[in-house]
């Protein structure tokens, strides 16, 4: 059964309801046991104690007015003032039986009362002391009403005897007074200490209980807390871990509550994270990872077609073909895997796009979303650039990967980029598609790769790409051209090196080859020639160089074109 964290958190709730109940009941049945005690001394003990000061006092009082009697009669008083007397005597001898008969009537009450539990000995012993009261008053008044009687009659010497039998029965009612008294005190003291010790009994169980109900409340809800953070904190550290790219995590599933399904689903999700690294991890290796994470990111991907501005990149092993037919399968593919590997290094190192591999060539660009506008020229000749020192890695190591080929082996690498408006997007079969980049920069990327076999150079970019890329380079402008299937003439440069890198003696080489090249255009065939002799000197392996003083002496053989604006058309592709 699924409990949820709603319900756990109820039952803590009503576990403290229950607690509070209970404790609520107790003090209740506490206050009841001391509200008891309380009706007890204010209905009955107080009010019998009362009455039987009252008894005593008009006892006392029915005294007082015999004994004036007496006096008055020896005075010789008037017969109305000795009867005013005599009805005193009687009223209070009355009122004394009135209190008498209250009291016995209240103490029955008290032991009828189903409200409360009066089972005292005392109680019982106080019901058997009032009639006493009663009946020793009565020989009293009896004792009192003879001695008149006699008194009267002028008897003195039965006056004397019953004078001393009413002494000793006013004392016997003096001391049952005193007896109902004392009773009365003791339980009037029995219930108020009754009353005090359950009241603090109540308090004691109040705060005990309390105490518990805050103990166990906070027991539970601890519990419950850690139940609750430790699995959300260790979701918090697994998706932190997730974030910094660590797939390997797990979340244990110890609850049914919403944190055990959200673990679960933690669990889910990095599952499908995982799976889908693998994807990209597996075509990443036959597609660009980059290109991989927005097909499987964004569905619309797929779909995209759109002309951009990009950078294309052509490169081509110039040698290979030879080498080729010397060496065995498994060592062409080890040899090609193995220049691959180190070419592609520093076209990812500056965020381009490997669109194909073509037998020993390579086609890769550059552009947004994957590198900014501004940025892709400089990042396409940075890559170049990087390429050529690592061809020297590689023709360094591959006697150690091919023992079959000499440290000699002539193999060299040419590159054409182009900067412009290509058109970008999923394109192939139904069956299959690339992402990839089609256009006039395309075809002009190939043409400067080709273009750079017959220049003798390694890196020909156009001039949008210099435009771009010329802050960062060494370079020097190359020539106009119009290469196979365009006819618009095209400025072409060689880079030569990272800024500063080709050194003064590449500086001065670039403006002497410039200034014979302006000499060129411009017709001065002479000066060209001079300017072209002068860069061999300076570098006898250049090759540009030697390119236009071959140009040279055919416009000498053939004479220099009517019209001739310095540019040359290639015939090659």
């Known amino acids: 059964m699924r409990k949820s964290i709603g319900l756990k958190i109820l039952s803590v709730a009503l576990v403290m309801v ?11 049945w506490h206050l009841d046991e001391v509200s008891d005690e309380a009706v007890e001394l204010a209905k ?31 005075a010789g008083a008037a017969p109305a003032r000795l009867q005013q007397e005599r009805d005193e005597i009687t009223r209070t001898a009355a009122s004394v039986d009135k209190v008498i008969t209250e009291s016995v009537a209240l ?3 008290g032991e009828k009362d189903g409200d409360i539990n009066i089972a005292s000995p005392k109680f019982a012993q106080l019901r058997a002391e009032l009639p006493q009261i009663a009946r020793a008053h009565r020989d009293m008044s009896e004792t009192v009403q003879q001695y008149l009687k006699e008194a009267d009659g002028g008897d003195e010497r039965i006056a004397a005897v019953y004078e001393e039998r009413l002494a000793k029965q006013r004392q016997s009612v003096s001391d049952e007074i005193n007896d109902v008294t004392l009773l009365l005190d003791a339980l009037t003291k029995n219930s108020a200490d009754n009353a005090l010790a359950l009241e603090d009994q109540a308090r004691r169980f109040t705060w005990g209980v309390t105490a518990l109900a805050a103990l166990v409340g906070l027991i539970l809800a601890g519990l419950i807390t850690r139940a609750l953070v430790r699995p959300v904190q260790n979701l918090v550290e697994g998706t932190r871990a997730v974030r910094d790219g660590n797939l390997d995590v797990h979340m244990n599933v110890d609850s049914t509550d919403e944190i055990g399904t959200l673990a679960a689903s933690f669990n889910h999700m990095v599952g499908g994270l995982k799976q889908k690294e693998a994807i990209q991890n597996t075509f990443g290796k036959y597609v660009d990872p980059r290109i991989v994470k927005s097909l499987i990111e964004n569905d619309s991907f797929a779909q995209l077609g759109e002309k951009r501005r990009m950078t294309v990149f052509f490169s081509d092993m110039h040698g290979f073909t030879s080498l080729c037919e010397k060496l065995s399968p498994d060592d062409v593919v080890r040899f090609l895997n193995h220049y691959f590997t180190l070419m592609s290094g520093p076209i990812r190192d500056e965020h381009g796009i490997i669109d194909k591999y073509i037998g020993d060539s390579i086609m890769a660009f550059w552009g947004p979303p994957f590198v900014e506008e501004a940025q892709h020229p400089l990042a396409a000749c940075r890559s170049a650039v990087a390429q050529m020192k690592q061809m020297v890695e590689f023709r360094r190591t591959l006697p150690a990967l091919i023992p079959s080929l000499s440290s000699n082996v002539k193999i060299d690498m040419r590159i054409g980029i182009a900067t412009g408006e290509v058109t970008v997007g999923n394109i192939g079969s139904d069956a299959s ?8 920069t395309v075809n002009l990327a190939a043409r400067l790769e080709s273009a750079s076999k017959q220049y003798g150079t390694n890196i020909i970019v ?3 790409t210099w435009l771009g890329a010329r802050d960062g380079l060494d370079t020097r402008e190359l020539d106009r051209i119009r290469v196979v299937g365009k006819n618009d003439p095209v400025r072409i440069f060689e880079v030569m090196d990272l800024k500063g890198g080709s050194g003064p003696t590449g500086r001065d080489l670039t403006e002497r080859f410039e200034a014979a090249l302006h ?3 411009a017709g001065s065939i002479a000066l060209a020639q001079a300017g072209f002799t002068e860069c061999l000197k300076m570098h006898p392996a250049d090759r540009p160089s030697e390119v236009f003083l071959d140009r040279i002496a055919l416009i000498e053989r053939a004479g220099l074109p009517s019209g001739w604006d310095g540019v040359w058309t290639l015939k090659d592709k």
């Open 462 to 464: 156009s001039e949008e």
């Open 519 to 521: 000499d060129f255009r």
């Open 433 to 440: 598609k690339g992402y990839t980049v089609v256009g006039d």
């Open 107 to 109: 103490v029955d009450a």
């Open 18 to 28: 229950a607690l509070m109940a209970l404790v609520t009941g107790i003090s209740s």
């Open 44 to 74: 009955y003990y107080i009010p019998i104690q009362q009455r039987a000061h009252m008894a005593a006092r008009s006892s006392s009082s029915e005294l007082v007015h015999f004994e004036r009697y007496l006096s008055l009669k020896r």
